[in-house]
């Protein structure tokens, strides 16, 4: 596989988000450099988008969404460049900076956020490289269901979503009750 172009979305556990406070807050994680090793550069607001990208952390490698699509609001990674190294690390690599984004946010006392652990949506937006059929699928599943595993401690359910004209993507239903720190521990 060839696709580095990797998308993770956990849910949060409560319904409604005030996304206006996302904003100081991204703002702050750039001045002080609370994602260490990578050029986070700018923010941008589109709550005023109907089940829209909600807040977006523009960075230099990726970009962290709070995002409100299908009205289901979770943080959204999304890796734009290239990653160094094999597949399998490529996409534990995008699992972990979603959790410790999670974490990060879940540790901002203004925002009163927790993200479930029990559901994760895992995308490629290259749909040269991966596009969403069944021999993508299949491709992808045992590398899924590895890092679902090692995160989240049990064989998940995997199932594929959207059509062939959308990006690859993948429901991954986890079982797992645990938070956010308890995924990063299991790493």
Not at 28 to 53: F, M, T
């Amino acid at each position: 596989m060839q696709a580095t172009k990797f998308q993770v979305k956990l849910y949060t556990r409560a319904g409604g988000i005030e996304l206006e406070k996302l904003v100081p807050v991204f703002h702050e994680w750039i001045r002080n450099k609370k994602i260490s090793d990578e050029l986070l550069i700018d923010v941008a607001d589109y709550a005023h988008v109907p089940q829209g990208p909600g807040v977006v952390l523009i960075g230099h490698q990726s970009d962290y969404y709070l995002d409100v699509a299908d009205d289901r609001p979770g943080l959204l990674y999304s890796r734009k460049r290239g990653f160094d190294g094999d597949f399998q690390a490529g996409i534990d690599d995008a699992f972990q900076r979603a959790l410790e984004a999670c974490e990060l946010l879940e540790e901002e006392s203004s925002l009163d956020l927790e993200f479930a652990t029990d559901e994760v949506l895992f995308r490629v937006q290259d749909r040269l490289s991966a596009p969403n059929g069944d021999a993508t699928y299949a491709a992808y599943k045992p590398a899924l269901e590895q890092t679902s595993t090692a995160f989240f401690g049990a064989a998940p359910s995997l199932e594929r979503v959207g059509t062939e004209r959308e990006p690859f993507a993948v429901r991954i239903r986890t079982g797992a009750s645990g938070s956010v720190a308890d995924a990063l521990a299991k790493h």
